[in-house]
């Protein structure tokens, strides 16, 4: 059976209908795009068909491109991958072409035959840029349905032709929220943005195509390009209006990516010199482009990362073996910061909440965050009274533990002290059911050790969601010793339900994130104390594509924080403890009441009203910079290597057992550098002989914390990649 079926009625309408068996959302595949060139030739070459309607027998229209296709197209190419692309590209656009020529005469635009594209529900990536050929979009009215190019999100840009008739159809400047930030709209605000041309009730939707096709005339077919007198909207670059535009663009982009994002840059080319040049000149500088960035590392790995891996994670790839888990009745203790995300998030979820804190009062305070966010929605035009009557109709919020009753999972976000967490474990036990799972939240404390308050350790398990909960997309699953199948298959199941992504590690000190993003902060302190220039520091860390330097950083998550973690890591570690360098500028700061933006003054100024202004002058007198500062290279490996050498020392430690949740949780959880897929991937474009290079030699200046890690080394020495020692099975030895 082929993805697309072919059907003529009685009045000559033929009906291509994409609909991919075994496959809830439709995916181009390469068979797939010859069935729908081979059908669309043949609706062209037959007398009796007046036009054609291209449409889906799925809820949707299609959910984009099957990412293997490219790779295939760069494989079966040898030894010159970039001619097998870029060939491969070409072709497409040759198909798609012939949809919008739609076998008119190219001189009188006579005689083509009508095509429209006629969509049932979400359209995006290839599944808009298929539509976007023909010569009229119809979409259902459906609010849930997604229309838009978000390929620039995983590292490349819409290469079938996307990019140019976008621009061509919006101009530049119309065309950017949707290119450059892979921006998606329900239909009705795609149709106010020029990208779909009809709206139609759900049940009108073919009756409306065929009607479409049936009264088109010879000049509904003719694109506005491909008529005489085409101006793009808003001005080619060397038109006075267009030089504005592109001049900004540039900065813009740049502004944003800081020139480490390959894709975002290549658009721009792609899109300034395709506007220069007739139509089909255009579609092949997309097509170059577009290989250009295939061929850069960096789309790979984020492709891998943010979109396969991901999407492996998120559907169980490291589930155990057990049967359905999906949390019926959350209990959540503590209603503080955390707990009132997390009861939100679930309630949001259609998950029943028990949200217990000390003080009804409190209890009260937590439930009103869901109230808050959900009124500011309702504000923006985001949601309804009734959605939020249903939401919080879902969350008791009490101070009587009898309410647990019946909850089948718990997550205890009370204050990060042993005592008071075992005594909540023990209060929980004593009214759950024997088969609750009992999670914690825990930011620091061994799971292991906090299970031993528990009747059940084997039911015992980390949940470590981050902050602001509703925001962030990680979380974190720790296994302590005795931490059951069971156990983990509830805690995957439940992130499943409140649609976040999930990591499993074992027990250890900061678990994952925790564990790399500290030798970061450490870091940038460091250097800070050694009399680098702050803002060096700071615009290094961005220059590589962490979103936040280190300063900024601590500044945001609070220095107070920072000094009770060193204390009380100085308590666990004795004198194996290695930061006191970095100690010394944090209890520094505490004293002179400097505790980040909570206190309104850190490492930066803030005005009155909490808007950071730069960085504090005071830092120069207290950490004098040097005469010779280092280059930006060495200070972006000391920033970069501090974090991914932990992570490296977490997989050959057992903590984590699969690189692919050590990438994707680095880019989710704390924004690692996303333009490299993560530290695995990182490290895999640098050659682990070049990272031992950096390694020692950073080793050899400042000290044992660069060591390269025995695993380093002998993948070094062995000509290994991460990828593909541990790859395949991703899981490690
Ligand atoms: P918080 O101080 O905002 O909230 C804690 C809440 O627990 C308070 O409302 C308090 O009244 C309540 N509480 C204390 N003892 C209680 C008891 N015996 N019974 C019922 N309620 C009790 O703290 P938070 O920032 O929400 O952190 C909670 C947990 O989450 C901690 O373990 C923390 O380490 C962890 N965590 C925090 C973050 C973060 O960024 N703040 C991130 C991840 C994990």
């Known amino acids: ?42 609706g062209l070459a037959d007398p009796a068909v007046k036009g054609i309607i291209i449409t889906s027998g799925k809820a949707d229209f299609a959910g984009g491109m099957d990412l293997n296709v490219l790779a295939k197209m760069k494989n079966d190419a040898g030894d010159n991958p970039a001619q097998g692309l870029f060939d491969g590209v070409m072709q497409m ?9 739609a076998g008119m005469d190219p001189k009188t635009l006579k005689g083509g035959k009508p095509i429209v594209a006629a969509l049932p529900g979400t359209a995006v990536g290839i599944g808009l840029e298929v539509p976007l050929s023909c010569h009229r979009i119809i979409a259902a009215d459906n609010p849930k349905a997604k229309i838009g190019l978000p390929e620039i999100l995983v590292g490349i840009f819409p290469g079938a032709g996307g990019t140019t008739r976008l621009v061509r159809k919006l101009g530049a400047m119309g065309a950017s929220p949707f290119l450059l930030e892979g921006k998606l709209s329900d239909p009705k605000k795609a149709l106010s943005a020029g990208i779909i041309d009809e709206v139609v009730a759900p049940d009108q939707l073919l009756i409306r195509a065929k009607e479409w096709v049936l009264g088109a005339k010879d000049a509904d077919l003719v694109k506005p390009w491909d008529a005489k007198g085409y101006k793009m909207p808003g001005g080619t670059p060397y038109t006075p209006q267009g030089f504005m535009t592109f001049l900004g663009a540039s900065a813009m982009v740049h502004g944003k990516t800081y020139g480490v994002y390959p894709a975002a840059k290549a658009l721009l080319s792609a899109v300034y010199e395709g506007a220069q040049v007739p139509f089909d000149t255009a579609l092949k500088i997309e097509a170059r482009w577009f290989t250009n960035v295939m061929l850069n590392p960096s789309s790979g790995a984020m492709i891998r990362s943010l979109f396969l891996n991901k999407e492996a994670l998120e559907k169980g790839a490291n589930r155990p073996d057990a049967p359905d888990q999906r949390v019926k009745k959350l209990g959540v203790i503590g209603a503080g910061m955390m707990g009132a995300g997390i009861a939100y998030v679930s309630a949001l979820a259609g998950i029943e909440v028990v949200l217990i804190d000390a003080t009804q009062e409190a209890a009260d305070k937590g439930k009103g965050y869901a109230d808050g966010i959900l009124s500011k929605g309702i504000q923006r035009g985001k949601g309804t009274e009734a959605k939020r009557a249903e939401v919080l109709g ?44 009992y999670a914690t939240n825990t930011s620091t404390l061994p799971i292991s050790d906090l299970a031993k308050a528990s009747a059940h350790p084997e039911q015992f398990i980390g949940i470590h969601f981050f902050s602001p909960v509703d925001k962030m997309a990680l979380v974190e699953i720790i296994k302590g010793k005795a931490t059951g199948n069971r156990a983990v ?32 902060i450490n870091e940038g302190m460091r250097l800070l104390g050694e009399g ?31 000094a009770k973690i060193a204390r009380a890591t100085k308590a666990a570690m004795g004198n194996a403890y290695p930061d006191s360098a970095v100690d010394d500028i944090v209890f520094w700061m505490v004293g002179q009441g400097r505790l980040g933006r ?36 060495e200070v972006q490996h000391r920033l970069l290597m501090a974090q991914v050498l932990e992570a490296v020392r977490a997989l050959e430690a057992g903590v984590l057992t699969d690189i692919r949740e ?21 490290l895999d474009i640098l050659g682990a002989g070049r990272a031992v290079e950096i390694c020692d030699d950073l080793t050899a200046r400042f000290g044992d914390r660069f060591a390269a890690p025995p695993l380093l080394r002998e993948m070094a020495a062995k000509g290994q990649s991460f990828y593909g020692r541990f790859g395949t099975q991703a899981k490690a030895a």
């Open 598 to 633: 909570k206190s309104n003054s850190g490492f930066y100024a803030y005005d009155a009203a909490g808007k950071r202004e730069g960085l504090w002058s005071g830092l120069a007198d207290r950490f004098p910079q040097a005469d010779t500062q280092p280059d930006v290279t």
């Open 662 to 682: 050590g990438d994707v949780g680095a880019i989710l959880g704390w924004g690692f550098a996303p333009w490299s897929g993560g530290p695995f991937s990182w």
């Open 394 to 437: 879902r969350i008791t919020a009490t101070t009587d533990y009898t309410a647990l009753k019946g909850v089948d999972l718990i997550v205890e976000a009370v204050f990060e002290d042993m005592a008071v967490k075992a005594e909540v474990t023990k209060k929980v036990e004593a009214v759950v059911g024997p088969d609750c799972i």
């Open 532 to 562: 680098v220039a702050p803002a060096l520091v700071e615009n290094a860390a961005k220059l590589v594509g962490m979103p936040l330097g280190p300063l900024q950083l601590v500044d945001e998550t609070s220095l107070d924080l920072g």
């Open 93 to 101: 656009h040759k198909v798609l072409r012939k949809i919008e020529r």
């Open 1 to 42: 059976m082929t993805d697309f079926t072919y059907a003529v009625d009685a009045d000559g309408v033929a009906t291509i209908t994409w609909d991919v068996a075994g496959k809830s959302m439709n995916v181009m595949s390469l068979a797939g795009f010859q069935a729908l060139s081979d059908q669309v030739d043949a």
């Open 489 to 520: 298959a509830k805690a995957l199941d439940y992130v499943r339900q409140i649609r976040k992504t999930p990591i499993v590690v074992n027990d250890a000190r900061f678990f994952y994130a925790n564990r790399c993003i500290i030798p970061y």
